[in-house]
């Protein structure tokens, strides 16, 4: 009766991850063998790694990206001058603490939004808080929010978070507006955070996106001086995934209608 109460206590007080350790330790025997000071460590340790991966959890999902991808599933073998060394020393999320960028530049299809979004995945299990959003996108947003008074909130989204993505970068050139939103949105950023770019058109093209000499001048300065930036290319990989794909279930369905062939011999 006291367990109980004390565990009603313990979800009361929102220490589920303790609560949950405990009545692990009172299903265990062999946790009665250790001493007071051993058993209140461990009950320490289990509700420390819950409330960590609570918060990871919740940063991922307040990250909104698209997808989960992992950097420890990088292919490297697809021939796309994917630098090993470089996106090892990006993996461990120090760039983010430096508060630089990373630019990601190549044709479309050579993976660039997936390893965005694996570096991006990477800083949120390391504890950065992160926003993903496609270019498009996020400025029509903002145009719409312009509108009805709720700029500054995402304003305020865009700029505090630790680390910011921009996927697809560069599909057309920008109004006078948008080059305002993403001056005010990069020059509060600068030296405080960090970014991640994604896009088709190499990094000297983006001048004539920006569309306007001093506003580009003034951005670029602010992403591109301090940014570690890689240029890939090659064939699609979704285009050899396809390939891939379709020679598996020619094999799985050959593989099928031989093992339905009768053996030689077999009665019909």
Known sequence: MMNQQTLDKLHALRWFGLAEAWRK?????????????????????????WRENEAMARRLKRSKLDTEPCVEDIDFRHPRGLDRSLMRTL????????????????????????LACALAHKACRDGYTVHYTRVPRLFAELELQHGDGRFHRLFRTLTKVD??????WGSERLSASQRRDLMEIIEERHGRCSALITSQLPVEAWHEVIAEPTFADAILDRIVHNAY???????????????????????????TASNARPAKGARK
Do not use: C, Y
């Not at 001493?35 to 509700?47: A, C, N, T």
């Not at 680390?163 to 697809?168: A, Q």
């Open 25 to 49: 330790q009172m299903e265990n025997a062999e946790v009665a063998s250790l001493s007071f000071d051993e058993r209140f460590s461990l009950l320490v340790d289990q509700h420390w790694t």
């Open 91 to 114: 993996s461990n999320s120090q760039w983010v603490v430096q508060h630089h960028s990373v630019l990601f530049t190549g044709p479309t299809g050579i993976g660039k939004s997936w």
């Open 163 to 168: 680390l910011l993505i921009l996927d697809d």
């Open 229 to 255: 930036r890689l240029s890939l290319n090659g064939p699609s990989m979704r285009k050899i995934q396809s390939a891939r794909t379709a020679e598996a279930e020619l094999q799985s369905a050959a593989a």
